[in-house]
């Protein structure tokens, strides 16, 4: 099953050599890895996509743990999240495809942020299943180009009713 | 005032409590040792090969407890120490290794004798450090320490590039370290304690399976409490032996592919097994589906990722050996009272079954070839009045040792056991011996494994390490033979070895003690008189060359399912061959 884990590391070099060397050196799949600083510059935030079942994803879990440089690890699985991914999609539009294209990107909410006489490039963020469905319809009109961040993700926060959280301010 | 980095890294090093390091110098080292070399407090062993140095600081942090430290130059000094790293790395041995590099300014220049040392350690380290400006060095040295021997020991490689050893920078040791991504659990969840306590107060057959953690976290008293209060047997790991004492009425001795028959049919069979600091190596479960298959599972351990790794457990204990054990023993002292011994009774009648069933067994002629048990048996008669520390390089040699050489107490074993490192053996003994200068270290090596590090006897020799050697000599690669004749069709490829080097030359020819018995009545009175020797000694014992090492469970096999004795259409072929000597070869190759 897909698994999503959140990773807050060092930042420093080498770390993510660490991490990538420990998926493979173990076997672990990474489906996506995207790294990026923190609020805290000494900190980077990794979202990793991987996939296993439950026993492996526990090991992920304990050897990225396990990781000096690892401060701390949430398998976002465990809750409920949100997770978005972008795609910049380098669209090659002959002249009767142009308007289709724009109404593909209409559709999604996708955005063009660049055009030539010959081709659009197309943002597009949302969960794999809108960017996949994108890919599908612009592909007849000829994907020149594709690149993908991978995904990103954070947990929902959880909703407390306002009593609850009167008595836990009141405390603090 | 200004130190310059080697300076600084000879403080720390004392700072650190180290009285000695393995080393070998090269060019972007060489400040470091021209500091060492104008100071008193630190003994500097000079190895022959960086490979031998790493096991040295081995064979030193097994047998003190503390880390070892070895020091090796840029390039081919960092890819000869891997294997000792990667070795440390499996068996946790708290090791730190200083690696010298190129100038900063070179790194990435493909300099010469320029490796990617951090690079090339990283999945054989517990962690490694870079140290790119002098100003960090004494903070960088502390957290490899403090990283090395705390939580699950393990190697930490510092890397210095030759600038920053030259470099000057104002010398403040750090008092304490914090790593906020590194907070190693002592205490184990009181809860889990509490479940297994009453798991172990209402089990009927209990045992014990304890690996080298217990001696690493230094807990075999409170192992013994433990194991004397509930009556429960004891079976020991490879890494684990020494842990409890081998001779106690308690100890199953070793279990796993060539552990005891009673210590495998116990643990498969018992319906509680206590794991203390050991990790369900595939040496030891065999085949993982049916590894003890009607018991539930209590697992101490230190490392979190060693509990489900291999094995569902039912009862996780996350903590040091020690502090578990003794809260442990606190609960079960108020509930522990004579029933359990009644309630186990038959549980240890069926053990004493087992036990006089098929105890160890070999068979020595009076006049035949002396057999490889034999040796090891009377060398642990002879010597355990001594306390020896025993190292062991890897094959059957190792295995035999294992069975006979019952240890008393730990941190007297030095053997290679996750990475299997043939050549470990010798240079573990010297690491040993350098920290116990007046203790008798013994090496029980085979022939194959023992070149391995040969070259270290010039070590020995010259910083007067009297090890003593013991080398059970079949002209095989044992082990490797033994699986041919198994599994193979007794088909010999390149495990044959000849007769070559004649050791006692070889000692001999390094300044050292070589002694050979040539038949069993000799054998008393050659160990005695090495062991009398104030030198290093190579005691070449020519053995039965086709003598198999039993119990054994295949890889892979079941607990329960081992094999006792030569299958007989092996029996037959080896009686066809006669007790040969493989003086001639051919003998051999159409043995």
């Known amino acids: 099953m897909e698994h999503i884990i959140s990773v807050t590391v060092e930042n420093k070099f080498g770390v993510l050599s660490r991490i990538a060397g420990l998926f493979s050196g173990r076997g672990f799949n990474i489906e996506s890895l995207s790294v990026a600083p923190t609020l805290d510059p000494s900190m980077s935030q990794m979202t990793i996509v991987t996939s296993g079942d439950e026993r492996i994803i526990e090991q992920i879990v304990k050897q990225l743990n396990k990781l000096i440089d690892v401060i701390k690890v949430v398998d976002l699985n465990e809750s409920d999240f949100v997770s978005r991914e972008t795609a910049l999609i380098k669209v090659h539009t002959r002249p009767e495809d142009r308007a289709e294209a724009l109404r593909i990107a209409d559709i999604f909410r996708a955005n063009v942020i660049d055009s030539t006489p010959a081709t659009y490039t197309i943002e597009v963020t949302g969960d794999p299943r809108k960017i996949e469905a994108v890919i599908n319809l612009l ?20 909703i407390r009713s306002v009593g609850v959280q009167a008595r836990k301010i009141a405390r603090e | 005032m200004k130190l310059t980095g080697a300076e600084i890294f000879i403080e720390c090093l004392k700072r650190e409590g180290v009285k000695t390091v393995f080393a070998l110098p090269g060019g972007v080292v060489l400040k470091i040792f021209d500091m060492l070399y104008q100071q008193k407090d630190l003994e500097i062993i000079l190895t022959r090969h960086e490979q031998g140095a790493g096991h040295m600081a081995e064979g030193y942090a097994k047998a003190t407890g503390k880390a070892g430290v070895c020091l090796v130059t840029s390039g081919p000094g960092m890819t000869n120490v891997i294997t000792a790293l990667a070795d440390a790395y499996m068996d946790s041995v708290p090791l730190v290794c200083f690696s010298g590099q190129v100038p900063t300014n070179l790194i ?30 004494a903070a960088t040295i502390k957290e490899a320490f403090y990283i090395a021997t705390t939580g699950r020991p393990g190697p930490v490689l510092v890397d210095i590039p030759k600038d920053v050893s030259m470099a000057k920078a104002d010398f403040i040791y750090p008092n304490s370290v914090s790593i906020r991504g590194y907070n190693p659990v002592y205490v184990g969840n009181k809860w889990q304690i509490k479940q297994a306590a009453e798991a172990i107060t209402k089990a009927k057959k209990p045992i014990l399976y304890v690996g080298g953690g217990v001696v690493f976290s230094g807990a075999s008293q409170e192992l013994l409490e ?9 079976d020991m790991t490879l890494m684990g032996l020494g842990a409890f004492p081998g001779e106690h009425p308690l100890s199953m001795g070793m279990m796993g592919m ?6 495998n049919m116990a643990v498969h069979y018992s319906d509680l ?9 595939d040496r030891v479960t065999g085949k993982v589906s049916e590894f003890c298959p009607y018991a539930k599972i209590i697992h101490i351990d230190i490392d979190p990722t060693s509990i489900r790794k291999n094995i569902n457990v039912d009862i996780p204990i996350v903590g040091d050996c020690k502090a578990v054990l ?38 020595q002629e009076k006049d035949g070839p002396i057999k490889p048990q034999l040796v090891v048996k009377r060398l642990y008669e002879l010597t355990k009045g001594r306390d020896p520390i025993v190292s062991t390089d890897v094959g059957q040699h190792q295995m035999w040792a294992a069975q006979y050489f019952k240890l008393a107490k730990p941190n007297r074993w030095l053997t290679s056991g996750g990475l299997g490192t043939m050549g470990f053996g010798f240079p573990a003994a010297m690491g040993a011996q350098a920290a ?29 390490l009297p090890v003593k050697i013991v080398i059970l000599n079949n002209r095989f690669h044992g082990m490797v033979r033994q699986w041919q004749d198994l599994f193979y069709e007794g088909r010999y490829a390149s495990s044959y070895l000849d007769t070559t080097p004649d050791f006692v030359k070889l000692a001999e020819a390094y300044g050292a003690v070589g002694l050979r018995p040539n038949k069993v009545a000799d054998l008393d009175g050659v160990l005695k008189e090495a062991m009398a020797t104030d030198k290093p000694v190579i005691v070449d014992v020519p053995t039965y060359p086709y003598e198999n090492c039993y119990p054994m469970i295949p890889a892979g096999g079941c607990n329960h399912e081992m094999i006792l004795e030569d299958p007989p259409e092996l029996k037959k072929k080896q009686s066809q061959a006669g007790l040969v000597t493989p003086e001639d070869k051919d003998t051999v190759l159409t043995a």
């Not at chain 2, 004397?228 to 004891?234: A, G, L, R, S, Y």
């Not at chain 2, 359990?340 to 070999?362: A, F, G, N």
């Not at chain 2, 090496?443 to 006897?457: K, L, P, R, T």
Request: net charge neutral.
């Open chain 1, 139 to 158: 592909q007849p009109l000829g994907i020149k180009e594709l690149t993908r961040t991978g995904r990103v993700a954070v947990a929902r926060e959880s």
């Open chain 2, 108 to 137: 990435g220049n493909d300099a010469f004798q320029e490796a990617d040392n951090v690079g090339l350690s990283r999945p054989c380290t517990k962690y490694n450090f870079l140290v790119k400006d002098v100003n960090d060095l």
């Open chain 2, 226 to 234: 433990l194991a004397e209060m509930t009556q429960i047997p004891v």
């Open chain 2, 258 to 263: 060539h552990g005891t028959y009673q210590a």
């Open chain 2, 273 to 281: 097994v206590i794991a203390v600091g050991a990790r369900f190596d």
């Open chain 2, 326 to 363: 003794r809260e442990l023993n606190q609960i079960l002292r108020a509930t522990v009272n004579g029933e359990q011994k009644e309630l186990r009774k038959s549980w240890w009648d069926q053990i004493r079954e087992w036990e006089r069933d098929h105890p160890l067994t070999y068979h």
């Open chain 2, 436 to 464: 116990f200068r007046d203790r008798l270290v013994l090496c029980i090596a085979g022939d194959g494994s023992i070149q391995m590090n040969m070259q270290e006897m010039a070590t020995a020799v010259v910083s007067k």
